[in-house]
């Protein structure tokens, strides 16, 4: 299993504002998503972080709102850009070991806009 | 998208087993059947996985139809730690898991 770190694990912010969401493996990982759970609802895949190259980004998702990084296997970013109060969710990050294999997800990052 | 179908919530009582299923008509013969739950405020653990033969581990156990568009999750002595919200998904083969809105389990004692 792999054991998957989030930073910071809970924040308030200004409108306007951004913030960056780091995600640390403690081994190195074939993929990691970055997902948002708004309040009272399920789990919504935001993209697929790719290392050394652009993430790739769901339906209703844009690279200008929530820019990734993946520098290398075992770590990521989620930086959440402009954010509005509509923006305050829970995101997660996660982490597969390989093809038709279980993924494994951080505490999650607990965002209040304000 | 990868849809499944479960009901919304379901109840058990302390020491008993709690079997929840999951419909999953529309998956391919190459997807795996994966099954995570949430405990309030935490992110999704991981519980068990399968393709088409029945899989068991530490946690629960996974009977999968022969057809395999429907599945169960059976955990054999549930405790009150055992409340959470149960997904159940499918694929995989491209890393991406697609959750649905999940059952909640409540456990009583």
């Known amino acids: 299993s792999a054991v998957i770190s989030q930073k910071p694990s809970r924040d308030i912010c200004q409108r306007g504002t951004s913030l960056t969401i780091q995600c640390q493996v403690d081994?190195?990982?074939?993929?990691m998503f970055w997902y948002r759970q708004q309040p009272g609802q399920s789990l919504t895949l935001i993209a697929t972080a790719n290392q050394g190259s652009e993430a790739t980004y769901e339906s209703g998702f844009v690279i200008d709102k929530f820019p990734i990084s993946r520098p290398n296997l075992t770590f990521s970013t989620l930086t959440v850009s402009n954010m509005s109060p509509e923006d305050s969710s829970i995101y997660l990050c996660?982490?597969?070991?390989?093809?038709?294999?279980?993924?494994?997800f951080g505490q999650g990052t607990r965002l209040t806009v304000v | 998208d990868a849809k499944t179908t479960q009901p919304p919530s379901m109840d058990c009582a302390e020491g008993r087993a709690a079997n929840l299923p999951c419909n999953h008509s529309?998956?391919?013969?190459?997807?795996?059947v994966y099954w995570y739950r949430q405990i309030h405020s935490q992110g999704p653990q991981y519980i068990i996985h399968?393709?088409?033969n029945n899989e068991t581990n530490e946690m629960a156990s996974l009977i999968i139809t022969e057809d395999r568009k429907s599945s169960t999750l059976i955990l054999p002595h549930a405790t009150l730690r055992d409340t959470a919200v149960y997904y159940c998904?499918?694929?995989?083969?491209?890393?991406?898991?697609?959750f649905g809105k999940g059952t909640l389990l409540t456990v009583n004692p």
């Open positions: 998904m499918f694929g995989g083969s491209n890393y991406k898991l697609t």
């Open positions: 081994s190195q990982v074939t993929m």
């Open positions: 399968g393709l088409k």
């Open positions: 529309t998956i391919s013969g190459n997807e795996y």
């Open positions: 996660s982490a597969g070991m390989g093809q038709n294999t279980e993924a494994f």
